[in-house]
């Protein structure tokens, strides 16, 4: 992915200028993550909006590749003012990945930089554990956490703490709640023994200091004892502990990839377990089990989470974000 680079300019002017005379401030953007073509209804926070107001990416593309092709970048439209400090626009990504600035004018005034690389496109990869680089991952592990790789299986875990006391932050893959975006996990067993959690945290989770309920830190993790799993733990907090039935067992056997699966939305979250084609993540192979999640967790910022636990023989494949 990279950032496309930008040359502001204003886009005519208006008949009514903004009469309080205080510059429109943007906050955050959610929705504004999709993939390429992509067309998604974004929300803009953010304050001194006014109902003559006007949305744009505040860009053009000099490089001649893409004027010469006709690709299409970023379009906002069909913007419409709830009130001041809220908007509602719809976003069409063109065939560019990249980030891109998102400037709010009321007559005359701007929103400046506060909107800057809040459009982000990218199509949604797999992050292969087997082979992507430890140091691109941006793990932060508790004290006592050995991580290994396996070429064929993914990442496996020594925890010489007790066995929900270390856990694993991918730090460098995080991505707003407000988004709603997907987020799928895969993992595979190698003998079905021990125990193993693996889900959502929320980025301020400090894994050098879970405290005396670990278990609850995270936004949502399955729990996987003995190659079978029917719960589910976290809240968010050590001070909101939060446990879910999945509606049944789901039993896991040696040697098969599976994949855990959130589908958010902005009311509920639909959680799936199937098997999966090993050499196509996308494919399922058998369906498991299905349910709604109904963690109380309100983290802003979430990434995956994995608490090692005592089972050196599962390991993580592969996550995808979106």
Known sequence: MRTIRTQRFVRGTQNKENTNGLAPFVSEVCGARMPVKGIRRVQIKGYHFTPNVNV??????DSSEFKSAGNLVVVISQVKF???TLLEAVIF???TEGRFDLIVRNGNLNSGDTGNETIVVINPVWVDLR?????DLGLEISPGVIINRNLEKGLWGINRSSD???????RAFPWKRCDDLSFSIVFTLSEIEGISL??????GIEVGNLGSEPLFEAESHLFVINGTANQMYGGGSRYRRWTQDIGGTASFEVSKFYKLNYNFSSTRTLMTISEVDPLNFDRSVLFLRQWFLDSPSDNEVLLPYWTVGSNQNFFLTAFKIG
Do not use: M, R
């Open 82 to 84: 709830i009130n001041p």
């Open 131 to 135: 082979t992507t680089s430890v140091i």
């Open 198 to 203: 693996f889900g959502i945290g929320g980025i």
């Open 164 to 170: 929900f006391n270390s856990a694993v932050k991918f």
């Open 93 to 95: 990504a063109g065939d």
């Open 56 to 61: 744009d990416t505040g860009s053009e593309i």
